[in-house]
């Protein structure tokens, strides 16, 4: 149980980059869309309004400057990953952010509408996808991480949602 454990806070620490690169956005956004206002062959904007080059920016340095701080503060986990690993992880949070947009508008679902799984877990699924080819995948992380943030977003999310920070429970 204590492997278990462990695994579990080693999979977090090395995907917090993603996790604060996921949240960022949410405050600092704007200098136009990332899509440009382009619309895909079906009519349909690209990624839409919401998914901006200031929340990519802030995403992909947020995620970067979480990196830097975990390489000296948790060197154990972090000292053997290039100290860029962060930033990375930072873009493939969004990547995985603007892919479920892009899902949305293809399935006629409204900005900010829930999709369910893809909204919980599609950063964390991306960010992994993206580090792979320079740090390797460890399997066990990327379960727990994937799982632990699916049931910890539903209910931070319903948490917010009761306090009346937020309109809706997704």
Excluded: C
Aim: aromatic fraction near 20%; glycine fraction near 14%.
């Amino acid at each position: 149980m204590v492997n278990f454990l462990n695994e579990l806070i080693f999979g977090f620490v090395f995907m917090m980059p993603a996790f604060f690169a996921n949240a960022v956005p949410v405050f600092i956004g704007g200098f136009g869309r990332i899509d440009g206002g382009l619309n895909f062959f079906d009519g349909k904007p690209l990624l839409g309004k919401n998914k901006t080059i200031g929340g990519l920016l802030s995403a992909v340095i947020s995620g970067g400057m979480a990196g830097i701080a975990l390489y000296y503060f948790f060197p154990n986990i972090w000292g053997s990953f290039p100290i860029w690993l962060g930033f990375l992880e930072g873009f493939g949070a969004m990547i995985g952010d603007a892919f479920g947009s892009f899902l949305k508008r293809r399935i006629n679902l409204k900005p900010g509408g829930p999709f369910p799984i893809m909204d919980q877990i599609g950063f964390i699924v991306f960010s992994f996808l993206v580090v792979w080819p320079f740090v390797g995948i460890n399997w066990l992380w990327f379960g727990l991480v994937t799982l632990a943030a699916l049931v910890l977003h539903v209910a931070a999310n319903i948490f917010a949602y009761k306090m009346g920070w937020k309109d809706v429970w997704w």
